[in-house]
């Protein structure tokens, strides 16, 4: 208690990732870095939402939203104006506080976990050096506010759904938390901003099975297609939202891309190099490599048909986790027979590993079956 107690504006400036004297001081950055997130979210959603739209229209051979200002740009700006001036409806049944709370909790998260990425080396609102455990912790939480939509709207369809989103998160956390750790083995450090200066070779080419498992695991927690189960609608409706409209609809709609675009962050830090790159600013470059990883999730989506639910759960335990597994104890022997650093012959042997273990697992071990249902 004494010791924290003993913690003053001082101790505080160390949390910075910034020189002490940035102007204003630690309230300073704080506030320019909380209105740097937020904006940067905010604008992002939109932006990936008409990206995501009309990207999925040229794929489907049809236009996408092309009505609402120049090419359609302002579409997302439209309907985020018709929804949040639909009426709120809450059912009579519901637990009305539980109600309401829920879409603050989901989505409180999806912001706070921009607060240790790095836009650019030291540009961030706290480098901790436990950034990424903190991601970890911090992303787990949006789960508890899908379940209290599903339980306090007081509909069995809404409780299903928040059941499943929980099963899918508890079940795709250890493969991905798994794949982060491979990360730290070569970085040798759990800062998010270390990591990224460690990326002389982008991990993505010496962590090649490692970035497949926590692309795959990623999209299954978020509920991104083909593992959007909590939304099936010819099972369970919409999910845990089902009784959601107008401006507590639009907080779950914008927390469903708010974590798109967390989680392609945190894959850009962990796995592309981060703002590194030649010429362009590293804000621009960080900007870009998110784009990329969103733009591949919009291309699954397209590409990929939905799984049942038994296959999602399939998926994670008898396809991602051991092949988590065995990512981990490959990455920690090369650790240990190159600890100065991994040279790029790794690369190719990474690469050879990764298709052969993928070949084997979907040829002898696992298959997503489509005749009978596991339970």
């Known amino acids: 208690m004494m010791a924290i107690a003993d913690l003053n504006i001082n101790d ?123 991601v970890v912790a911090i992303s787990s939480v949006s789960t508890v506010g899908v379940f209290m939509a599903g339980w306090g709207s007081s509909n069995k369809y809404s409780l299903l759904g928040a059941m499943r989103n929980v099963a899918a998160v508890v079940s795709y956390e250890i493969p991905l938390v798994l794949a982060i750790v491979g990360v730290v083995l070569i970085a040798g450090s759990l800062s998010l901003n270390q990591i990224v200066l460690a990326q002389d070779i982008p991990f993505i080419l010496l962590q090649p099975l490692g970035f497949f498992l926590f692309f795959a695991a990623g999209c299954a927690e978020i509920n991104r297609s083909p593992f959007d189960l909590m939304e099936a609608d010819s099972e369970i409706v919409a999910g845990f939202h089902t009784e959601y409209s107008g401006m507590k609809f639009a907080m779950f709609y914008l927390v469903e891309y708010a974590e798109a675009i967390a989680i392609s962050a945190i894959i850009t830090t962990l796995f592309l190099g981060g703002w590194r790159g ?48 065995i990512n981990l104890l490959i990455t920690a022997l090369q650790v240990l027979a190159w600890p100065a650093g991994l040279p790029w012959v790794v690369v190719i042997i990474n690469l050879a590993i990764m298709a052969i273990l993928i070949l084997i697992w979907s040829k002898f071990f696992f298959k997503l079956g489509w005749g009978r249902i596991e339970v």
């Open 278 to 325: 030649p010429l362009l600013p590293p804000w621009l470059w960080f900007i870009i490599k998110v784009l990329l990883v969103f733009f591949a999730m919009v291309w699954t989506r397209t590409t990929l048909p939905r799984i049942r639910i038994d296959q999602l759960m399939a998926f994670a335990w008898k396809c991602l986790f051991p092949l988590a597994i």
């Open 12 to 134: 505080m400036v160390r949390l910075q990732a910034v020189p002490p004297d940035w102007p204003g001081g630690f309230w300073g950055h704080w506030l320019f870095f909380t209105v740097v997130i937020i904006g940067f979210v905010l604008t992002m959603v939109m932006g990936v939402i008409y990206i995501e739209r009309r990207g999925m229209g040229r794929m489907q051979s049809r236009l996408g939203p092309n009505r609402t200002g120049p090419f359609g740009l302002l579409q997302p700006v439209a309907d985020a104006v018709k929804v949040l001036l639909k009426e709120n409806i809450v059912p009579t049944a519901a637990d009305k506080l539980v109600h309401w709370l829920a879409p603050v909790v989901a989505f409180a998260p999806a912001l706070m976990i921009f607060a240790v990425i790095p836009f650019q080396n030291g540009a961030m609102l706290a480098d901790l050096n436990i950034g990424i455990l903190y």
